[in-house]
C-alpha cells in the first residue's frame, strides 16, 4: 500500500498534470483531483479519482497535496481564499509544489506553508506532455528529509528519476539552470535553421553536417526538426517557455550576473508570444524565419 493513500492533484486537467494524475491514480493512490475547468478532470474518474470542485475540497480528503500549474500568481491563487486548498487542508499534510515558479514564488509558498501548518516540498519537473503521460518525469525534489519516505512512492508515480537536492527552493533553482540551457538550445537552434535556409540551404543540411558527432544531439533534433518541418503543435508552449525564461533572468539579475546570452534569448522568445504564444516553444523561429522569397537571395 502506498504511504500516504489519498493525493490530492490541483491543475488535474492541465497538459503536465493530467497525465501525473493519472498515473499517480493508477499506481494505487485515492486520488483526489481539481482543476479551474472541471470538465478537463473528468475523465480521471475511469481510474478511480474523485472530481472536486474546489480545491479546499479536494485538499481535506487528501494526506498529501500536488499543485501543478500555470504560474506561482495561479499556484497561490488556488492555494488560498475561502475555496482555495488551506481552506481544506489538515495540519500536518504535505504540500508537494511541482510547479515552475521560480524562486520568488518558491520563497513565499515556503512561507504559507509555514504558516498553515503543511510541510512543503518542492519538486519541479523536467519533461513535458509526452513523459508526463508516461510516467517519465525527472524529479528535480528538494526539502525535509524526513518526508522523503513518505512522498517518494507519489514521485515514483509520476518520473523514472527523482534527483534529491537539499532544502526546499533548492529544485527550483537547478530547474531555472535548466530551463537557461533548454531556451538557449532552442533560440540558437532558431537563429542558425533561419541562418540556413536564408542562405539557400535546408535545415536538413545542417543535420547532415552534424550528424552523429559531438555537435548532435537529441534535444536539437527534437525542437530543430519541429522548425524544418514548421509544425508546432505544443508539447511546451512557448508562453511558457518564455515565462521560464524571464524567472532566470530574474534570479540572474538579483545576483548581479552580467548573463547578456540569457537576456537576449528571453526579449527575442517575448517577441514570438503575441503572435505564437500557445504554439510550441519551436515556435520562437517564426520570429527569425525568413520569407520563403527572401532564402537564399
Known amino acids: 500500500m502506498p504511504a500516504a493513500d489519498a493525493v490530492a492533484v490541483l491543475g488535474a486537467g492541465g497538459t503536465m ?52 500549474l500555470t504560474d506561482a500568481d495561479v ?75 513518505r512522498v517518494q512512492p507519489i514521485l515514483d508515480a509520476v518520473g523514472q528519476r527523482t534527483m534529491w537536492i537539499g532544502e526546499a527552493g533548492a529544485g527550483s533553482r537547478l530547474k531555472l539552470v535548466t530551463n537557461a540551457w533548454i531556451v538557449a538550445v532552442v533560440e540558437g537552434a532558431a537563429e542558425t535553421i533561419a541562418l540556413a535556409e536564408g542562405l539557400g540551404l535546408g535545415g536538413e543540411q545542417f543535420f547532415e553536417a552534424i550528424d552523429g ?33 524571464m524567472l532566470a533572468e530574474e534570479s540572474a539579475e538579483r545576483l548581479g550576473l552580467d548573463l547578456p546570452m540569457l537576456a537576449a534569448v528571453s526579449r527575442r522568445m517575448q517577441e514570438g508570444v503575441p503572435e505564437h504564444g500557445d504554439e510550441d516553444l519551436s515556435a520562437t523561429y517564426l520570429t527569425s524565419a525568413p520569407t520563403r522569397a527572401d532564402a537564399g537571395s
Not at 50 to 58: G, K, L, M, P, V
Not at 120 to 125: E, G, K, L, Y
Open 75 to 149: 499556484v497561490l491563487a488556488t492555494m488560498q481564499g475561502d475555496g482555495g486548498a488551506f481552506a481544506g487542508a489538515r495540519a500536518g499534510s504535505v504540500w508537494v509544489q511541482m510547479s515552475t515558479i521560480g524562486e520568488q514564488g518558491t520563497a513565499r509558498c515556503i512561507e504559507l506553508a509555514k504558516e498553515h501548518g503543511l510541510v512543503f516540498v518542492d519538486a519541479p519537473v523536467l519533461g513535458t506532455k509526452q513523459p508526463a503521460a508516461e510516467g517519465k518525469l525527472v524529479v528535480l525534489a528538494s526539502g525535509s528529509e524526513s518526508e522523503r519516505e
Open 213 to 245: 558527432g559531438a555537435l548532435d544531439m537529441p534535444y536539437l533534433r527534437l525542437k530543430g526538426g519541429a522548425m524544418v518541418r514548421r509544425d508546432f503543435e505544443p508539447t511546451f508552449a512557448l508562453r511558457l517557455a518564455t515565462k521560464d525564461a
Open 17 to 68: 498534470g493530467f497525465g501525473m494524475a493519472r498515473n499517480i491514480a493508477r499506481a494505487g493512490f485515492q486520488l483526489h483531483a481539481w482543476n479551474r475547468s472541471r470538465e478537463r478532470a473528468e475523465p480521471l474518474s475511469a481510474d478511480g479519482a474523485q472530481i472536486h470542485d474546489t480545491a479546499a475540497e479536494a485538499a481535506a480528503a487528501a494526506d498529501v497535496i500536488v499543485t501543478m
